[in-house]
Structure formats: C-alpha cells, structure tokens
C-alpha cells in the first residue's frame, strides 16, 4: 500500500540558512506525484511544489526545490535563505492512481519548521 | 479568486447530534475529498467522489456518510457526533489526473463535540 513517512517532527532553521524537510515514500505504481504544502497557523494548505514521477529534472519554485531520488524513493524539500515566515507546518503528500474513480492524495504526518532570527 | 470554501470555520456540537459539513468549489472539478488532520496523524482520507453521486471510501469511514447531489457541493456527515470525532477537517478538489492541475483546499473546519 501506499505510504508517505516524514521523519522529523519539528525542525529549526536560523534566518537566510537554507533547510532541507524529508519526505519517503512507497508505491508500487509506476506512475506517481510527489508534492508539498505547507500550512500556516491560520490552517490553510498552501501548495508548494510537484515532482513527477518521470520528470527528469529536480522541481524548483523560487526558493523551493525538491530533491527527487527515485532509486531511494525519497523527495526531500529544500528551502533556502529561509524567512520567518517559512514558520509553518510542511506536509510531504503523494498523488497515485491514473484512473478518474483512484486519484486521491495521501499525506505525511508533517513537519513543523520553525525559524528564528 | 477561484477557490473551495467550507461553510463554517469553528464548530461546536453535542454528543449524539447529526453534524452536516458543507464544501462548495466554483472551478468545476470532479473530484472531491473529506480529510481530517489530527497532531502527529497528518491528514487522512475520510471519502472522495469522482462524479455527482458517486463516492469511495478512504482510509477512516467509520462514522461518516458523504453526499454529492451536485458537482460543485460534497457534503460531510456525521449521522452521530462523538468525542473522537473532534478534529479539523479539510474539503478539497481537483481536476481527473488525466486533465493534469493539482489540489485545492478550503480553509478548514475546526470541529469540537462536547
């Protein structure tokens, strides 16, 4: 089954320092999307990022990269010259199914990221 | 500002009521889904739909229902409302992933039973 694992509870970052957030997962498809959202205290889900599972390249959005490693099936966000109000929770998700009636998105436990002056 | 928006923010409710949560989209998506977000659980599927009437189970049904008469409403039920029913629930949509886009999420309902 699938399955999305996020290691790291909590994590803090200096200001400007760059971050990275880790993200695993595990699917036996062939054919998946890796994204990322981060949720403010206010409790919105702000997308971040997507990777798919035969792009060739990193995603990268302004400070936002993702660091896809299919061979190790992991998809780590890296943020740099961090902001304090990159203060958020982060969830790592994972799009499966190609079909109309599977498509669905399964999360991560989170991350929550913390940034101080 | 295309968006999804949920009908309440905050929301108190007694052991034993019938709680209807309410989802409404204007980007004409076809999908539709129910999450929960719990501390250190994440978010997990309740239900989704794929098409007016239709629906799935996701990960934790057990103690919801879901009703989908139009495509851009997706109801959530709580035909009995429970202590461990106390969460905060996400209603998202999206396109089929044939049609490529990704998620979009209401601002959440923040669900109390006393």
């Known amino acids: 089954a699938q399955k999305i694992t996020q290691t790291q509870p909590g994590m803090f970052v200096q200001e400007k320092e760059a971050v990275t957030l880790d993200c695993t997962y595990d699917?036996?498809?062939?054919?998946?999307?890796l994204f990322w959202y981060k949720q403010p205290s206010s409790g919105e889900m702000i997308f971040l990022i997507y990777q798919g599972s035969y792009d060739q390249q990193n995603a990268t959005e302004g400070r936002y990269s993702l660091n896809f490693q299919k061979a190790r099936k992991s998809a780590n966000l890296v943020i740099s010259a961090s902001q304090l109000g990159d203060s958020a929770m982060y969830f790592c998700?994972?799009?499966?199914?190609?079909?109309?009636?599977?498509?669905?998105?399964?999360f991560g436990t989170g991350t929550r990221l913390q940034v101080f002056p | 500002d295309v968006k999804v928006t949920q009908s309440s923010r905050y929301l108190v409710k007694r052991t034993g009521e019938k709680v209807f949560l309410e989802c409404v989209q204007d980007?004409?998506?076809?999908?539709m889904f129910w999450y929960r977000q719990d501390p250190g659980l994440g978010l997990r599927l309740i239900y989704f739909?794929?098409?007016?009437?239709?629906?799935e189970k996701g990960d934790i049904p057990e103690g919801y229902s879901v009703s989908r008469e139009k495509k851009e409403r997706f109801s959530l039920i709580l035909e009995s409302a429970s202590t461990n029913q106390t969460s905060m629930y996400l209603c998202?949509?999206?396109?089929?992933?044939?049609?490529?886009?990704?998620?979009?999420f209401g601002s959440g309902t923040r669900l109390t039973v006393v």
């Open positions: 998202a949509s999206s396109l089929n992933p044939g049609q490529g886009g990704g998620y979009t």
């Open positions: 699917t036996s498809d062939p054919s998946y999307g």
């Open positions: 739909s794929y098409d007016v009437k239709m629906k």
């Open positions: 980007m004409d998506h076809e999908n």
């Open positions: 998700a994972m799009r499966e199914g190609r079909s109309y009636n599977t498509d669905k998105l399964i």
